[in-house]
Protein backbone atom coordinates (compact mmCIF):
# COMPACT_ATOMS: atom_id res chain seq x y z
CA UNK A 1 0.00 0.00 0.00
CA UNK A 2 2.65 2.44 0.71
CA UNK A 3 3.86 1.95 -2.73
CA UNK A 4 1.13 2.76 -4.48
CA UNK A 5 0.63 5.69 -2.39
CA UNK A 6 3.68 6.77 -3.19
CA UNK A 7 3.14 6.19 -7.43
CA UNK A 8 0.48 8.18 -7.12
CA UNK A 9 2.23 10.81 -5.55
CA UNK A 10 4.56 10.66 -7.96
CA UNK A 11 1.64 10.99 -11.21
CA UNK A 12 -0.47 13.28 -9.36
CA UNK A 13 2.16 16.07 -7.53
CA UNK A 14 2.10 17.31 -4.13
CA UNK A 15 -1.44 18.09 -2.82
CA UNK A 16 -1.85 19.43 1.05
CA UNK A 17 -2.06 16.73 3.51
CA UNK A 18 0.59 14.90 1.60
CA UNK A 19 3.91 13.91 3.70
CA UNK A 20 6.86 14.85 1.56
CA UNK A 21 10.41 14.88 2.13
CA UNK A 22 12.39 17.16 0.26
CA UNK A 23 16.18 18.46 -0.28
CA UNK A 24 17.16 21.97 -0.08
CA UNK A 25 19.31 24.77 -0.47
CA UNK A 26 18.96 28.10 0.99
CA UNK A 27 20.37 31.27 0.11
CA UNK A 28 19.68 34.84 1.05
CA UNK A 29 20.06 37.63 -1.33
CA UNK A 30 23.88 38.10 -1.58
CA UNK A 31 23.81 34.28 -2.53
CA UNK A 32 25.06 33.38 1.35
CA UNK A 33 23.65 29.89 1.82
CA UNK A 34 21.62 29.88 5.16
CA UNK A 35 20.95 26.67 5.97
CA UNK A 36 20.51 23.29 3.92
CA UNK A 37 19.99 19.67 3.81
CA UNK A 38 23.13 18.37 1.98
CA UNK A 39 25.87 18.14 3.91
CA UNK A 40 28.78 18.09 1.33
CA UNK A 41 27.18 21.66 0.48
CA UNK A 42 27.14 23.02 4.53
CA UNK A 43 30.82 22.23 5.02
CA UNK A 44 31.66 23.79 2.00
CA UNK A 45 29.83 26.89 3.06
CA UNK A 46 31.27 27.00 6.48
CA UNK A 47 27.38 26.19 8.04
CA UNK A 48 28.38 22.58 8.83
CA UNK A 49 26.82 21.45 12.53
CA UNK A 50 28.62 18.59 13.68
CA UNK A 51 25.66 17.37 15.62
CA UNK A 52 23.08 18.12 12.98
CA UNK A 53 22.11 15.01 10.60
CA UNK A 54 21.61 15.82 7.16
CA UNK A 55 18.34 14.55 5.06
CA UNK A 56 15.34 15.24 3.67
CA UNK A 57 13.38 17.60 5.47
CA UNK A 58 9.81 15.90 6.26
CA UNK A 59 6.75 17.71 6.70
CA UNK A 60 3.20 17.40 6.23
CA UNK A 61 1.67 19.83 3.41
CA UNK A 62 -0.69 22.46 4.62
CA UNK A 63 -0.31 22.07 8.07
CA UNK A 64 2.08 24.66 9.18
CA UNK A 65 5.28 22.80 9.80
CA UNK A 66 7.33 24.98 7.61
CA UNK A 67 7.14 28.80 7.15
CA UNK A 68 3.98 29.90 4.99
CA UNK A 69 6.05 30.36 0.95
CA UNK A 70 7.66 27.29 1.76
CA UNK A 71 4.05 25.43 1.89
CA UNK A 72 3.09 26.92 -0.74
CA UNK A 73 5.54 26.66 -3.11
CA UNK A 74 5.81 22.76 -2.81
CA UNK A 75 1.86 22.10 -4.04
CA UNK A 76 1.96 20.70 -8.27
CA UNK A 77 5.62 19.62 -7.33
CA UNK A 78 6.58 15.53 -8.65
CA UNK A 79 9.22 13.54 -7.38
CA UNK A 80 12.60 14.49 -8.45
CA UNK A 81 11.01 18.26 -9.67
CA UNK A 82 13.45 20.43 -8.84
CA UNK A 83 12.12 24.39 -8.35
CA UNK A 84 13.27 27.47 -7.15
CA UNK A 85 10.73 29.53 -5.27
CA UNK A 86 11.59 33.04 -3.57
CA UNK A 87 10.11 33.69 -0.43
CA UNK A 88 9.28 37.16 0.07
CA UNK A 89 9.22 38.66 4.62
CA UNK A 90 5.41 38.76 5.09
CA UNK A 91 5.68 34.44 4.20
CA UNK A 92 9.37 33.88 5.79
CA UNK A 93 9.68 35.02 9.05
CA UNK A 94 7.87 38.49 9.11
CA UNK A 95 9.10 41.63 8.89
CA UNK A 96 11.86 42.93 11.48
CA UNK A 97 9.93 44.97 14.31
CA UNK A 98 12.42 47.23 16.13
CA UNK A 99 9.87 47.11 19.40
CA UNK A 100 11.19 43.13 19.35
CA UNK A 101 14.98 44.80 20.46
CA UNK A 102 16.31 45.91 23.70
CA UNK A 103 19.32 47.41 24.32
CA UNK A 104 21.19 47.42 27.68
CA UNK A 105 24.12 48.86 28.70
CA UNK A 106 27.05 46.53 28.40
CA UNK A 107 28.88 48.14 32.14
CA UNK A 108 26.41 47.87 34.57
CA UNK A 109 27.30 48.92 38.20
CA UNK A 110 25.59 46.30 41.35
CA UNK A 111 25.74 47.80 44.99
CA UNK A 112 27.85 46.03 47.03
CA UNK A 113 25.36 45.68 50.12
CA UNK A 114 22.01 44.42 50.00
CA UNK A 115 18.97 44.31 52.57
CA UNK A 116 16.58 41.63 52.43
CA UNK A 117 13.80 40.64 54.80
CA UNK A 118 14.48 38.14 57.57
CA UNK A 119 10.91 36.30 57.14
CA UNK A 120 8.93 35.16 54.62
CA UNK A 121 6.31 32.85 53.73
CA UNK A 122 5.65 30.58 51.63
CA UNK A 123 2.72 27.74 50.30
CA UNK A 124 2.34 24.79 52.44
CA UNK A 125 2.67 22.93 49.16
CA UNK A 126 6.09 24.47 47.45
CA UNK A 127 7.25 23.87 51.54
CA UNK A 128 6.66 20.01 51.52
CA UNK A 129 8.26 20.19 47.93
CA UNK A 130 11.02 21.67 48.65
CA UNK A 131 11.72 20.51 52.16
CA UNK A 132 9.45 17.26 53.08
CA UNK A 133 6.59 16.60 55.40
CA UNK A 134 6.86 15.84 59.05
CA UNK A 135 8.39 19.44 60.36
CA UNK A 136 6.98 21.23 63.49
CA UNK A 137 7.61 24.78 64.09
CA UNK A 138 10.88 25.41 65.27
CA UNK A 139 13.02 23.29 63.39
CA UNK A 140 16.12 24.53 61.40
CA UNK A 141 16.35 23.58 58.25
CA UNK A 142 18.90 23.91 55.28
CA UNK A 143 17.58 26.06 52.48
CA UNK A 144 17.70 23.57 49.14
CA UNK A 145 20.53 24.17 46.76
CA UNK A 146 22.92 26.99 49.78
CA UNK A 147 24.41 27.27 52.83
CA UNK A 148 21.44 28.47 54.69
CA UNK A 149 19.80 27.08 57.20
CA UNK A 150 16.26 28.43 58.02
CA UNK A 151 14.12 28.61 60.73
CA UNK A 152 10.19 27.24 61.01
CA UNK A 153 8.12 30.17 62.36
CA UNK A 154 4.59 28.97 61.99
CA UNK A 155 2.76 26.22 59.89
CA UNK A 156 -0.76 27.11 58.99
CA UNK A 157 -3.07 26.09 55.80
CA UNK A 158 -2.42 29.49 54.35
CA UNK A 159 1.82 28.53 53.87
CA UNK A 160 4.99 28.21 56.64
CA UNK A 161 6.67 31.50 58.26
CA UNK A 162 10.06 31.17 57.89
CA UNK A 163 12.82 33.16 59.05
CA UNK A 164 16.76 33.02 58.20
CA UNK A 165 18.57 32.05 60.67
CA UNK A 166 21.65 34.42 60.32
CA UNK A 167 24.02 36.34 62.44
CA UNK A 168 26.22 39.57 61.90
CA UNK A 169 29.81 37.92 60.45
CA UNK A 170 28.48 34.05 58.74
CA UNK A 171 29.55 33.85 55.54
CA UNK A 172 28.09 31.83 52.94
CA UNK A 173 27.67 31.39 48.98
CA UNK A 174 25.40 33.07 47.05
CA UNK A 175 23.58 30.89 44.12
CA UNK A 176 27.09 30.26 43.09
CA UNK A 177 27.79 33.69 42.30
CA UNK A 178 30.11 35.28 45.04
CA UNK A 179 30.53 35.26 48.53
CA UNK A 180 28.02 36.86 51.48
CA UNK A 181 29.04 38.52 54.44
CA UNK A 182 26.35 39.20 56.43
CA UNK A 183 26.98 42.99 58.07
CA UNK A 184 23.83 43.61 60.12
CA UNK A 185 20.92 41.72 61.29
CA UNK A 186 17.52 42.89 63.36
CA UNK A 187 14.36 41.71 64.12
CA UNK A 188 12.91 42.70 60.18
CA UNK A 189 15.99 42.55 57.77
CA UNK A 190 19.34 41.41 56.84
CA UNK A 191 22.06 43.66 55.56
CA UNK A 192 24.65 41.55 53.71
CA UNK A 193 27.78 42.68 51.61
CA UNK A 194 29.27 40.60 48.30
CA UNK A 195 32.64 39.92 48.55
CA UNK A 196 33.68 41.05 44.80
CA UNK A 197 36.90 41.83 43.76
CA UNK A 198 38.70 43.07 40.47
CA UNK A 199 38.83 40.06 37.88
CA UNK A 200 36.44 38.41 39.32
CA UNK A 201 33.96 36.52 36.47
CA UNK A 202 30.11 36.49 38.07
CA UNK A 203 27.01 35.79 35.95
CA UNK A 204 23.76 37.19 37.30
CA UNK A 205 20.31 35.89 37.10
CA UNK A 206 18.30 36.74 33.95
CA UNK A 207 21.84 37.05 32.19
CA UNK A 208 23.58 34.76 29.20
CA UNK A 209 26.58 36.17 29.17
CA UNK A 210 29.51 36.30 32.37
CA UNK A 211 30.51 39.66 33.15
CA UNK A 212 34.08 40.56 34.57
CA UNK A 213 34.23 43.15 37.34
CA UNK A 214 36.44 45.60 36.17
CA UNK A 215 36.45 48.32 39.59
CA UNK A 216 35.06 48.00 43.20
CA UNK A 217 34.53 51.04 44.95
CA UNK A 218 33.04 51.64 48.94
CA UNK A 219 29.30 51.28 47.67
CA UNK A 220 29.52 49.48 44.00
CA UNK A 221 31.09 46.74 41.67
CA UNK A 222 31.18 47.79 38.17
CA UNK A 223 30.56 44.99 36.07
CA UNK A 224 31.88 44.36 31.85
CA UNK A 225 29.67 42.25 30.07
CA UNK A 226 32.04 39.72 27.95
CA UNK A 227 31.29 38.89 24.58
CA UNK A 228 29.48 35.34 24.25
CA UNK A 229 30.51 32.08 22.39
CA UNK A 230 27.29 31.45 21.39
CA UNK A 231 24.98 34.72 20.52
CA UNK A 232 21.58 32.92 20.39
CA UNK A 233 19.93 32.45 23.49
CA UNK A 234 16.52 30.45 24.08
CA UNK A 235 14.68 32.91 26.59
CA UNK A 236 11.00 32.28 28.22
CA UNK A 237 9.86 34.84 24.95
CA UNK A 238 11.62 32.42 22.43
CA UNK A 239 14.88 32.57 20.49
CA UNK A 240 17.08 35.86 20.42
CA UNK A 241 20.21 36.96 19.19
CA UNK A 242 22.76 38.90 21.28
CA UNK A 243 25.58 41.35 19.93
CA UNK A 244 27.91 43.36 21.61
CA UNK A 245 29.55 47.01 20.92
CA UNK A 246 32.04 48.96 23.19
CA UNK A 247 28.81 50.16 24.93
CA UNK A 248 25.90 48.67 24.43
CA UNK A 249 24.21 45.00 24.57
CA UNK A 250 21.05 44.29 21.70
CA UNK A 251 19.09 41.75 22.53
CA UNK A 252 16.84 40.72 19.58
CA UNK A 253 13.99 38.87 19.66
CA UNK A 254 13.16 38.71 15.67
CA UNK A 255 14.02 35.81 13.99
CA UNK A 256 17.52 36.01 12.64
CA UNK A 257 15.93 36.06 9.10
CA UNK A 258 13.04 38.43 9.25
CA UNK A 259 12.81 40.91 7.22
CA UNK A 260 14.77 39.03 4.77
CA UNK A 261 13.80 37.13 1.24
CA UNK A 262 14.42 33.94 1.03
CA UNK A 263 15.61 31.59 -1.70
CA UNK A 264 15.21 28.19 -1.74
CA UNK A 265 16.53 25.71 -4.85
CA UNK A 266 14.10 22.56 -3.82
CA UNK A 267 13.78 18.66 -4.79
CA UNK A 268 11.06 16.11 -4.18
CA UNK A 269 12.49 13.43 -2.88
CA UNK A 270 9.05 11.27 -2.03
CA UNK A 271 5.45 11.85 -1.74
CA UNK A 272 3.39 10.21 0.54
CA UNK A 273 -1.18 10.67 1.22
Do not use: C
Not at 3 to 11: D, L, N, T, V, Y
Not at 87 to 93: K, L, R, T, V
Not at 191 to 217: C, F, I, K, M, Y
Not at 248 to 258: G, K, P, Q, V, Y
Request: negative net charge.
Amino acid sequence: MIFMSERIGEEMGVSPGDTISVNYIGRLDDGTVFDTSYEDIAKKEGIYTPQRIYEPLIFEVGAGQVIKGFDEAVIGMKVNETKEIVIPPGEAYGEWDPNMVTVVPRETEIPLEERFDRSFRIPLQEFYMGFGEGHEVGDRLLAPGSEIHLIVDEISPDGVLLSYDLKEGDRFTLRDLWNETVVAVDDDQITVRHELNVGDRVTLPQQPWSSLVVAVSEDNATLLAEEMEYPEIQTPYGLATVSMNEREITIDFNHRLAGKTLTFEVTVVSINR
